[in-house]
């Protein structure tokens, strides 16, 4: 955010191209040193309004500021380990990804862990199905997996899409120990991982179009949709979908090739 897109002169001389804290604090209708407390991290519970300010200062999309209140009022902590069931799919959840067989359809946990897949899923990003025994992860399997690279012609659009997400998930699922241990993974062995980490992106994309280069059925073009089980601890659906003719045709090619197999 710059002064003169705030409506705050610009003068004298900045060290940084941004706002100042006084002029944030002003701005949201805060003193500069609460303001500057919040920023340290010493002022606890701040009020919704103070935190909808702020996020109108600084122009927060919805996103970005539904991870404004998860960092200022983190879920109620609890133990280290994930809770007892999180990565276990519903008998429900399971006949549903085999009622759209058709289309595919994976079930992630908050830390992009690939809880359950249908076959044509698998099919769809067959390095899910090669993972290691720690289970298929999307996040590893985008940064670590060279032949990602191929199968996403758009790979950096994916990549940000996907620190983003890990970003707005760490927040509202601090609790989530398995998550904490893949960015520590990625960073250590993805340098790309390690920068995009740090740029502190904030995204939850929830729907769109991904671009496929798929070695058995060429370039095409799905959409997808992202929908919340609730009370299945953070666990997501998401379904894929054909956008034309040629998304259609690939998929055909994909039902019932060497590459699907049941994720169970």
């Not at 799919?89 to 289309?103: C, F, I, N, P, S």
């Not at 595919?104 to 809880?115: F, H, I, Q, R, W």
Request: proline share 8%.
């Amino acid at each position: 955010m710059t002064p003169e897109a705030a409506g705050v002169p610009a003068l004298g001389r900045r060290r940084v191209p941004g706002l100042r804290r006084e002029e944030v604090a002003g701005l949201a209708g805060v003193s500069t040193v609460y303001y500057t407390r919040l920023e340290q991290g010493r002022a606890t519970n701040p009020s919704d309004a103070v935190l909808d300010a702020l996020a109108r200062v600084l122009r927060l999309d919805a996103t970005e500021r539904a991870h404004l209140h998860d960092l200022a009022h983190p879920p109620q902590r609890r133990p280290a380990q994930s809770p007892p069931g999180a990565r276990r799919v519903r008998a429900d959840v399971r006949r549903l990804l085999d009622a759209v067989g058709a289309v595919p359809a994976y079930v992630l946990d908050p830390g992009m862990d690939v809880l359950a897949a249908n076959e044509l899923a698998l099919a769809l990003v067959p390095g899910l199905a090669g993972a290691p025994a720690g289970g298929p992860n999307l996040a590893r399997h985008i940064f670590l997996d060279t032949a990602a690279r191929s199968l996403y012609p758009q790979w950096d659009q994916v990549a940000r899409q996907t620190i983003g997400y890990l970003r707005f998930s760490a927040a509202r699922h601090a609790h989530h120990s398995r998550l904490g241990h893949l960015v520590a993974e990625l960073s250590a062995h993805s340098p790309e991982f390690r920068i995009l980490w740090a740029a502190q992106d904030v995204r939850e994309k929830t729907y769109g179009t991904k671009s496929f280069n798929h070695p058995l059925a060429g370039r095409f073009d799905l959409a997808y949709e992202t929908l919340s089980l609730p009370g299945d601890e953070g666990q997501s659906l998401v379904v894929f979908t054909a956008v034309h003719g040629t998304a259609e045709s690939a998929l055909k090619r994909l039902s019932g090739s060497p590459m699907a197999c049941p994720q169970r």
